[in-house]
């Protein structure tokens, strides 16, 4: 996203890579500098640089690729010229990992869903970023590719699990009233079929919250979110669920799930929330698990957790001492 009436250019995810790598190169930087207040053609680069013009070509497209320099074809005194001018003066890089969001007495956390801390998966197996299949699919040694925490949609067939480790950002003193998680997701079949349950499992500090039954995976036409590459005969998008966690008990969707409490979860004595989602082995249905991230599916969302607290009495801010 480049900034309105600036030379800024900010990047994340797939985008944030690429322009790194681009970046780590002397002789792409010096260009760059070269070109903070002149077009120079690539022979004046060479010649300044004194480097072949091949070598000097090879890195303009680098750059190019990656949106950092124009380059203009015009008619010069030997044929055509490839003129080049620097695009940005400062390039910010978003970082993978969780967002936090506080309101009055409600913190919310987006987790990507390539941010993982523990994962257990088994073919029909993979993840994806928005722009390439990351790893092998169907090896289950491609989630721990460095590259899986720009992963916009996961998945495996069976039984396993994904574990998140969500910053716990409760105010010293507070106490939590209320727990809720949002994503999109649906089970794991073979390219996809909407039949196909599976019995999806929530923990939250290794507690039980307990288990939702997916009706299938869904696929066969493009979501909204889908990359132009991917292919629809796979699974596409997955359904928006909300688990909650309150006093009296959990649910999904407003559907009453379990007797787990809030103050089962033990927040306030934890530096994060431990969250694991997967099928258990001896599971009725064992779908596995399809999960999507912001830029995959029909959600433009990541994992999303909101925490509301409470202060006791006499306590909190404003709280006189």
């Known amino acids: ?60 497209n680098q750059l190019q690729a990656v949106g950092l320099v124009s380059v203009e074809v015009e008619p010069g005194t030997r044929g055509q010229q490839k003129l080049c001018s620097k695009r940005y003066d400062e390039v910010r890089l978003r970082l993978p990992g969780a967002a936090v969001e506080s309101k009055p007495n409600v913190i919310s956390i987006n987790m990507p869903v390539g941010s993982y801390r523990h994962v257990e998966a088994k073919p029909s197996c993979g993840l994806v970023s928005e722009s390439k299949i990351i790893g092998m699919l169907d090896d289950p040694r491609s989630f721990f590719e460095p590259e899986h925490v720009y992963a916009q949609l996961l998945w495996f067939g069976g039984d396993g699990y994904v574990e998140y480790a969500f910053p716990n950002n409760l105010p010293y003193g507070a106490v939590p009233s209320h727990l809720e998680l949002s994503m999109e997701i649906c089970s794991e079949a073979p390219q996809f079929n909407e039949d196909w349950p599976s019995d999806i499992t929530l923990w939250i500090n290794d507690i039980e919250i307990g288990t939702w039954t997916s009706p299938g995976d869904y696929g066969g036409k493009a979501s909204l979110l889908m990359p132009s590459w991917w292919q629809t005969d796979r699974t596409t998008h997955g359904l928006l669920k909300q688990w909650s966690v309150g006093a009296k ?73």
């Open 1 to 60: 996203m480049e900034v309105a009436g600036s030379r800024i250019l900010m990047v994340e995810g797939d985008a944030a890579l690429a322009v790194a790598k681009a970046l780590a190169s002397d002789t792409r930087q010096a260009m760059l500098g070269m070109l903070t207040h002149q077009v120079l053609n690539v022979s004046e680069l060479a010649t300044a640089m004194g480097l072949p013009h091949s070598t000097v070509s090879f890195n303009i």
């Open 249 to 321: 008990g959990s649910m999904i969707d407003g559907v009453e799930l379990s007797s787990v409490g809030i103050e089962q979860l033990t927040l306030p004595q934890t530096n994060h929330i431990k969250v694991r989602l997967g099928i258990k082995p001896d599971a009725r249905n064992r779908g596995g698990m399809n999960l999507f991230g912001r830029k995959f599916g029909n959600y433009p969302q990541d994992i999303v957790m909101r925490v509301a607290f409470d202060f006791p009495r006499g306590m909190g801010p404003g709280a006189e001492g």
